[in-house]
């Protein structure tokens, strides 16, 4: 028997490479706020963690500030960035084996969720997830990400947390998960490094989705 039945994927640098969407996004609404950055390596920070709190945290603007500057990422994102994308080879392979297992599967991305049901319906992974779960853009406040693997946790009808895993590449994805009380594995693939997995406290890791595979079904 599986240890694991509920797996629950984030979006960004896990199923998807999206560094040039969001970086050139990101790229763009900062030059609105009167800040010209050439260098898109010096944006990849952005990916993964909610945009608000990146503004905030990363060039010091004001809440404010932080929120017009999401305004203006989703102006270009909207129609452009969305597509500046692409699925990490091997992954629709890893989401068929899993499914194959009888296992139920989730998205819980920081992603708003017009969007990532946009992106998973792209590049045709929406067929192999039981719930699509990120935050909703009509509301004032954007969930953090224990949230939101909370709200999947509820739609998968999930009643032993031991059962679950969470797989994500950024720090965000290990707190949100000892939050709810439940394992994450890092993807080593994506944009987080190993060291900041592990010192969130990450003890599980894959350097490729076929890894992941392996961890849950021992294939």
Known sequence: M???????FDLDGTLTDSAEGITKCVQYALKALGV???????????IGPPLVECFMNLYGFTKEQADFGTVKYRERYHDTGIYENKVYPGVPEMLAQLKAHNLRLAVATSKPLVFARRVTDYFNLTQYFDCICGPDLSGSHLPAKADVIADA????????KSQVLMIGDRRQDVIGAQKCGVACAGALYGYGRRKELAD????????????????????
């Open 2 to 8: 599986l240890m694991y039945k509920y797996i629950l």
């Open 36 to 46: 010209d950055e050439p260098d898109l390596n010096n944006l990849r920070p952005f």
């Open 153 to 160: 946790m509820h739609k998968l009808g999930v009643c032993d």
């Open 200 to 219: 969130a406290g990450c003890t599980i890791f894959a350097e490729t989705p076929q890894d992941i595979v392996k961890l849950i079904c021992g294939e």
